[in-house]
């Protein structure tokens, strides 16, 4: 998720709501009111709309009234601030994106391809500009006979340490070949946003499968 430097919640710059969402743990109408320099009234009209937003809700394991982050409320508060671009911009930077998954999927020098390719967020919906284009991606290895797989993927690594790679430690050193499929997909896009399969978020909002 990225943030449009132009939105605004209740009045209130996104960016700003932004940074309280990320700076506390709850809020109630005190918090709110002393982190955006309001007044009380104010601060209860902000939690008012981050309710109606999905961005909190009640937490119903305290006695007096508090509000924590939802999972769209935590995705707001780790978003990153961007302009928001044209969606004719972005279309091309998703159909590109989509070239370079046949590229993996059909390059033998990837033992990982990926099998499923879901869209959500701003860029799904019926707006002429996008913040970000948000992708869940599933990816599966190519070989389902260990030893061959297990062969491709020490060439890989050993591919990459002569070329100067370190690795911190066996985990860094087995999910080497998935972050490469990972950092070649991406390519350095700040509007691409990678999300996994189990993305909690995916069972609450609106998405389309886009691949295969």
């Known amino acids: 998720m990225k943030i449009n430097l132009k939105e605004e919640i209740a009045g209130f710059p996104l960016l700003k709501i932004r940074d309280l969402l990320k ?3 709850f809020l109630y109408y005190e918090i709110v009111a002393i982190f955006l320099k309001t007044d009380q009234n104010q ?3 902000v939690l008012t709309e981050l309710i ?6 009640r937490d119903p394991a305290q006695i007096s009234i508090l509000y924590v982050k939802t999972l769209k409320g935590n995705s707001l508060a780790n978003a990153k601030a961007f302009i928001a671009i044209p969606k004719e911009r972005a279309k091309k930077i998703f159909f590109e994106f989509m070239e370079r998954v046949q590229e993996v999927n059909q390059n033998s020098k990837y033992i990982f391809k990926v099998s499923k ?13 996008v913040n970000d284009i948000d992708i869940a991606i599933e990816m599966i290895r190519k070989d389902e006979n260990d030893d061959i797989f ?28 998935n972050r490469e499929v ?4 991406k390519s350095n896009s700040r509007y691409l946003s990678f999300h996994s399969m189990t993305d909690g978020i995916l069972k609450e909002i ?7």
């Open 23 to 25: 700076s506390k743990d």
């Open 43 to 45: 601060a209860k009209i």
């Open 52 to 57: 109606d937003l999905g961005f909190i809700e």
């Open 117 to 129: 390719v879901i869209l959500f967020g701003s860029y799904i919906k019926d707006s002429p500009t």
């Open 150 to 177: 297990n062969v491709k993927h020490e060439i890989i690594i050993q591919e990459a340490i002569r070329k100067g790679k370190r690795f911190n430690n066996i985990l860094d050193r087995l999910s080497y070949p």
């Open 182 to 185: 990972l950092k070649y997909l």
């Open 206 to 212: 609106e998405t389309k499968q886009v691949y295969p």
